[in-house]
C-alpha cells in the first residue's frame, strides 16, 4: 500500500473540519498549519487502520454479492435424467 496522501480540494474540506473540532470540543485554536500536520500524521499513523478495514468491508461485500450470483446460478440449472451403472 502506498503512502495515504490528499489531494489539495480534500485537504481545504477537512482542515476546517479539524479546526472546527479543536474549537468546539477542546476550546482551543489551531491554525491551518497544525492542522493540516496534525491531518499527515494521522492520514500516516491511522490512515492504515480505516483503508484495511474499508479493504475488508469491501471484500466481505464482493463474497456476499458472488454467493448471490452463484445461488442464482444453480437455479438456472436443468435437470438431467440420472444414470445408474
Same mark, same amino acid.
Given at each position: 500500500?502506498?503512502?495515504?496522501?490528499?489531494s489539495k480540494e480534500e485537504k481545504q474540506a477537512?482542515? $476546517?473540519?479539524? /479546526?472546527?473540532y479543536f474549537k468546539e470540543e477542546l476550546r /482551543?485554536? !489551531?491554525?491551518?498549519?497544525?492542522?493540516? +500536520?496534525?491531518?499527515? +500524521? +494521522?492520514?500516516?499513523? !491511522?490512515? $492504515?487502520?480505516? %483503508?484495511?478495514?474499508? !479493504?475488508?468491508?469491501? @471484500?466481505?461485500?464482493?463474497?456476499?454479492? @458472488?454467493?448471490? !450470483?452463484?445461488?442464482?446460478? %444453480? /437455479?438456472?440449472?436443468?435437470?438431467? $435424467?440420472? +444414470?445408474?451403472?
Amino acid at each position: 500500500m502506498s503512502e495515504i496522501k490528499f489531494s489539495k480540494e480534500e485537504k481545504q474540506a477537512i482542515i $476546517p473540519q479539524i /479546526q472546527l473540532y479543536f474549537k468546539e470540543e477542546l476550546r /482551543q485554536e !489551531i491554525g491551518q498549519f497544525d492542522a493540516e +500536520f496534525l491531518l499527515d +500524521f +494521522f492520514a500516516e499513523k !491511522i490512515g $492504515p487502520f480505516f %483503508y484495511n478495514r474499508a !479493504i475488508y468491508e469491501a @471484500v466481505a461485500n464482493v463474497n456476499a454479492h @458472488v454467493e448471490e !450470483i452463484t445461488d442464482g446460478l %444453480y /437455479q438456472l440449472e436443468k435437470a438431467t $435424467p440420472l +444414470f445408474k451403472r
